[in-house]
């Protein structure tokens, strides 16, 4: 095989085949649809509510979902690599106190704001480390450090309790203000979103993770270097997960114990309903910060029309299996239209 | 061929009294082998012979107990599977190992994707490539398609261009025609004596004997770990090559008993199930051995798997012995005396991870249980009986069956169904993948069971097999029975017309 080398490419045009054109359609179309629904679901609660979309509606709706889309975008990292972070809500709530703790104590916003993404980093590498050294489930593994993260919050915040009064004015301030309707929170969760799924796209490692989640033992031959590649996946989800708590006490102004418990569940939801496949190898961060925007609107489409919030949870499961039944059929179609090509082409 | 001889001195790779064990296990001993370029080295050997753990040696997976691997001559260390795929050597396992999510280009190019200004990919020159590569393979395959779904044979033509892409010098290839058809085989070896041309040393391994002699010119023949030649095959026979392999005169590969058909046991009607198979209808009478030949994806798999209930069928009808059998109920099919051994052995036939004697008492559960409670004295003893009587190699019967061999595995699966004391036998692929001295076995074993009056259907995609033990060869095409050719009258070339669909028989 002395032949030629194929780096000094010629620049050929190469015919984009029926199956390719099929496949990317799909893929498309799964973040279209779910854009789809968001936007239908928005114009019905317009038609049923005109104060609906006024500037500080779409403020809220965009503020609501920025914490969501953060740590749904490290989510997806993670599971694409066919694992999960579970303690991301812990991680959260443990960023969110340690950085109003800080502040509490007349500190910069913006250390404040480091220090919260170092204490996720911290936990992610925790977690990276269990996972791909001690090669035992993430499941497990992240479920333990829940509790483990959980239980050092309880222990270290007790009863107390910050509120926006103990804040810097304009570190509240940052947190509900913007450019007109758009938030800086929804700037900054827009910034990382676009680098986030620049890189997967681009770069070699960022492929790596698609190829890992896809097939591991085929990675490992490949000479991928799995453990760092998940290391990274976890260091990056802990870190935003922790940027996203700094983030959720300039919006909220209030921290205690018990903040972001149960959030892994939402995260994981709006991953799934964005069309990042749980077994690893394929979705997109844009998919699940659809998702994650759509989860978090029905929050405030509900009451706007008028229908009691105690449907929130139904509905967002309803639209979580909708969207596992609906990949599993195309998926079914997918394959079916590829096996034809190939019988075809013989 | 090419005689080393002429091409230099120097072995691209060789190895130099190697020696491995996995506990006390002694897989390779003292092996020695040297790999020529523009050479197709053949690796023979029955299965545990150590042709494996020679391969993963040589991939950098495994690293040696003792001796060398020489690299141009030089010692070398691989401490990785990425080292290996540095010093050139490209590894084609059976089984191709791809990203089925990431597009074809992607596959070939993962980890050495050409680069843009930033370490950004170059997305189009990788495509470029990718089409360059295929067209330097003769093959069309979308750069931009995704894995999934890709055939087994273009998978290895994925993973050839893999290996074209590094440079490679040194390709091994482990199996790679055992789930492929004759005109996938026939493209495969094409691409192969392309790149023997091109000076690349090429290591092959298989069980079909026919293809060694086919594209192979030398051949080094390890058993039990140990080496036992390495030689030219030119002047060699087959039965030379298989002495060397089994260390004995095998008795006859396919020992066939005349045995006088008895009436019919299983009668099939005019079966259909839509857009897989049509109109099927054949007989198989007691002491006879059937063979199902035809090209994979004909539907002889389908059939059987219908006529067992595994599958509805949408037309027709089955009887065993006389008795209509229930669409879709495999529960009753075996009642009614039938058995069915299937292709994919690993998937369908065994639980991995379960022992010998549970999984040959798997079927067995109804006439084992006692007040609902098993009885595990019986089903040893049952499952030990089975297991001494198809000779199956194994320490002991607790042992979990995948630490077993392929052949010993397939025996644990014939096991199971003729614990069943069966009436009507199907085996899909009974050998696929196991070594001549248990492909015998199975063989001896088959014509016995016909001997003492068990119809026998057997699909299988070795002709040779076919030809050898089939009373009556059946022929599948495209869904289609195409053929029913007598076994006085059955060759290479009437079964082949019609399975391929060329001639009416």
């Known amino acids: 095989m002395t032949v030629t080398a194929p780096t000094p490419a010629p620049a050929t045009e190469v015919p984009r085949s029926s199956g390719t054109r099929l496949v990317d359609r799909v893929f498309k179309m799964r973040e279209l649809a779910i854009l789809a629904v968001f936007l239908v679901m928005i114009a019905i609660t317009q038609m049923g509510n005109s104060e609906f979309l006024s500037e500080q509606g779409i403020k809220d709706l965009l503020l609501n979902a920025t914490i969501l889309v953060l740590v749904a975008t490290g989510q997806s990292l993670v599971v694409i690599t066919r694992n999960v972070d579970l303690s991301v809500g812990s991680t959260l709530g443990v960023s969110a106190f340690a950085a109003g703790t800080y502040l509490q104590g007349g500190g910069n916003p913006v250390v404040a704001v480091l220090l919260a993404v170092l204490l996720g980093i911290g936990c992610g590498l925790v977690n990276g480390l269990l996972v791909s050294l001690g090669q035992v489930p993430a499941l497990v593994v992240t479920l333990g450090t829940l509790y483990i993260i959980r239980g050092i919050d309880s222990i270290w915040v007790g009863s107390r309790q910050i509120t926006a009064a103990d804040l810097p004015g304009g570190f509240v301030d940052f947190g509900s203000g913007g450019i007109s309707a758009v938030p800086y929170l929804a700037l900054i969760a827009l910034a990382v979103l676009v680098v986030a799924a620049y890189y997967l796209k681009h770069f070699g490692s960022g492929r790596e993770l698609y190829a890992l989640g896809s097939n591991p033992e085929a990675a490992r031959l490949a000479g991928i270097p799995v453990r760092n590649r998940i290391l990274t996946a976890y260091i990056v989800c802990g870190g935003l997960a922790g940027l996203a708590g700094a983030l959720y006490l300039a919006r909220f102004g209030n921290v205690d114990s018990g903040t972001g418990t149960g959030y892994e569940l939402t995260v994981v939801s709006a991953v799934v309903v964005g069309g990042v496949v749980f077994t690893g190898g394929s979705g997109s961060v844009y998919g699940a910060a659809l998702g994650a925007l759509l989860l978090t609107s029905i929050n405030s489409v509900l009451p706007a029309l008028g229908v009691s919030s105690v449907w929130v949870l139904a509905i967002n499961g309803i639209l979580l299996i909708l969207a596992i039944a609906v990949d599993r059929i195309v998926a079914l179609r997918v394959a079916a239209a590829l096996k034809k090509r190939n019988a075809r082409h013989g | ?505």
């Open chain 2, 1 to 505: 061929m090419t005689h080393p001889s002429d091409t230099g001195p120097t072995p691209v790779l060789a190895l130099k009294d190697l020696s491995k064990s996995f506990g006390a296990v002694r897989a390779l001993r003292d092996v020695s082998l040297e790999l020529f370029p523009g050479e197709v080295h053949a690796l023979a050997g029955e299965n545990g012979a150590g042709k494996s753990t020679l391969i993963k040696t040589l991939a950098g997976v495994h690293r040696p107990d003792a001796g060398q691997v020489l690299l141009d001559g030089e010692p070398t260390v691989f401490h990785s599977p990425a080292d290996a795929r540095d010093a050139g050597i490209a590894v084609i396992y059976q089984e191709p190992t791809l990203f089925p999510d990431l597009s074809i280009a992607e596959n070939i190019f993962m980890g050495r994707q050409p680069r843009r200004a930033l370490g950004r990919i170059d997305h189009k020159a990788t495509h470029a490539a990718t089409a360059t590569l295929m067209k330097r393979l003769g093959v069309e395959l979308d750069p931009e398609r995704p894995a999934r779904g890709l055939s087994i044979a273009d998978q290895q033509i994925v993973e050839i261009a893999k290996a074209l892409s590094f440079d490679a010098r040194v390709l091994i290839m482990d199996e790679p025609t055992a789930a492929l058809t004759g005109s996938e085989v026939a493209r495969l070896f094409g691409v192969v004596r392309t790149l023997r041309e091109q000076g690349s040393a090429v290591l092959f391994i298989s069980h079909r004997l026919e293809e060694i002699f086919q594209i192979c010119g030398r051949v080094t023949t390890l058993r039990d770990g140990a080496l036992i030649s390495s030689e030219p095959l030119e002047g060699m026979t087959e039965d030379d090559l298989v002495r060397r392999m089994v260390g004995r005169d095998l008795d006859e590969l396919y020992p066939k008993q005349d045995v006088e058909a008895g009436e019919v046991a299983l009668s099939v009607r005019r079966l259909t199930r839509e857009g897989v198979f049509t109109d099927v209808s054949f007989d198989v009478r007691r002491g006879e051995i059937v063979g199902l030949a035809g090209l994979v994806g004909a539907g002889r798999t389908e059939v059987a798997r219908s006529v067992f209930g595994v599958d509805r069928w949408d037309a027709g009808e089955v009887e065993v012995d006389g008795h209509a059998l229930t669409n879709g109920a495999p529960s009753t099919a075996m009642a009614a005396g039938l058995a069915l051994v299937p292709e994919d052995r690993r998937a369908q036939g065994l639980v991995m991870d379960m022992s010998i004697e549970r999984n040959i008492g798997l079927t067995g559960l109804r006439t084992t249980v006692r007040a609902g409670l098993m009885d595990r004295g019986a089903e040893r003893s049952r499952s030990l009986d089975w297991a001494v009587k198809l000779q199956v190699k194994y320490a002991r019967i607790a042992d979990t069956v995948s630490t077993l061999s392929g052949g010993n595995q397939q025996k644990v699966v014939l096991a199971k169904w003729l614990a069943t004391g069966p009436k009507v036998l199907i085996v899909d692929e009974p050998t696929r993948g196991i070594d001549v001295g248990t492909k015998a076995e199975v063989h001896r074993l088959l014509s016995e069971l016909a001997a003492d009056g068990v119809a026998v259907l057997m699909i299988s995609s070795d002709l040779p097999e076919i030809l050898g033990m089939a009373d009556r060869v059946l022929v599948m095409h495209e869904g289609r029975l195409t053929a029913e050719i007598p076994r006085s009258e059955a060759t290479e070339e009437s079964v082949m017309a019609a399975a391929t669909g060329r001639a009416a028989a």
